[in-house]
């Protein structure tokens, strides 16, 4: 509905081949189903490069 509306949207995911079933344009994949965004096994500064480098990614996305 908002790519319709002509609001650009990145979807970020662990389960790719749905977004892509659905139809969505811009995908960045996530790091695992439990925690899309983080990795609870990384030390808190790892743990924010982590999720910078998704939004990069996202930024990016959004961009092309």
Known sequence: ELERAGIPVTQVTAMVPVAEAVGANRIVRACGIVYPVGD?????EEEMELRRKLVREALEALAS
């Open 40 to 44: 609870a096994a990384l030390s808190p």
